[in-house]
């Protein structure tokens, strides 16, 4: 009876037991708020290989079920790779006929715990999500990290979104936002986004979900304005810069 031997077999466990450790190819923020008939999410079609601003048509947001709308942020393989979950997990949904359909607050739930399985098995996914949608007149937006912290919130931003979007949201949001205002809000966010955020590209697609169903845009640039003497001159009056 042939057997390997034990370096071999240790080596050969080791291999198979491999993790991501870093991603490769990642799309930046997603930035979502609620407005008065539903949900508005944003975000821009790079991914990036490294620092290299490799793809430029890269669409990161998805319809899930009817009443859900997915974005991410993060490796694109990986959001791939929950795609395939979450169709899987309403395949099986649609399959009991029973006239029931799974909400936003219910994907969001099956995301949390995937994120958080993963995380504890020292292999997570590494994507940032944003959930919303819209069922019985209810609105729900949350957003789950790659080790699974997750919250619910009227506005939420995955990435450079969190620290450079959020405060924009947080002075300038209100409940009865129009789909309008909300689109001028959420296109204020995204250039604050394109001018400080290096990964970000002048190339993206805002989508709504309401009780009639999901809308993706098309693809659009911003107008943007790059005179400012800050971005001229950014390390004038910076002490000990080069």
Request: net charge neutral.
């Amino acid at each position: 009876m042939d057997q390997k031997p034990f370096s071999q077999g240790l080596l050969s466990s080791e291999a198979d037991s491999q993790r991501t450790l870093y991603p490769y190819v990642t799309g930046t923020s997603v930035v979502a708020l609620k407005y008065k008939d539903g949900i508005l999410m944003a975000a821009d079609m790079g991914g990036s290989y490294g620092s290299t601003l490799r793809y430029k048509s890269v669409e990161r947001m998805k319809s899930i079920g009817k009443h859900s709308l997915l974005g991410a942020s993060g490796e694109l393989s990986d959001f791939q790779e929950i795609l395939s979950y979450l169709d899987e997990l309403i395949l099986y949904d649609n399959m009991w006929d029973d006239g029931n359909s799974l909400g936003p607050k219910e994907v969001h739930s099956y995301l949390t715990r995937v994120m958080y399985n993963r995380r504890n098995k020292f292999n997570p996914l590494w994507s940032s999500l944003v959930l919303g949608g819209v069922k019985n007149g209810e609105k729900y937006l949350g957003m789950v990290s790659m080790i699974g912290v997750h919250f619910e919130d009227n506005h939420v931003a995955t990435g450079f979104g969190n620290h450079l979007a959020r405060p924009i949201l947080r002075e300038e949001w209100h409940e009865n936002l129009s789909f309008e205002d909300g689109v001028k809000l959420l296109e204020k966010c995204m250039r604050v986004l394109l001018y400080r955020d290096r990964s970000a590209v002048n190339k993206l697609q805002i989508a709504k979900i309401t009780e009639e169903g999901v809308t993706v845009s098309q693809p659009y640039s911003l107008k943007t304005f790059w005179g400012f003497s800050a971005f001229s001159n950014p390390t004038v009056g910076a002490e000990g810069s080069w």
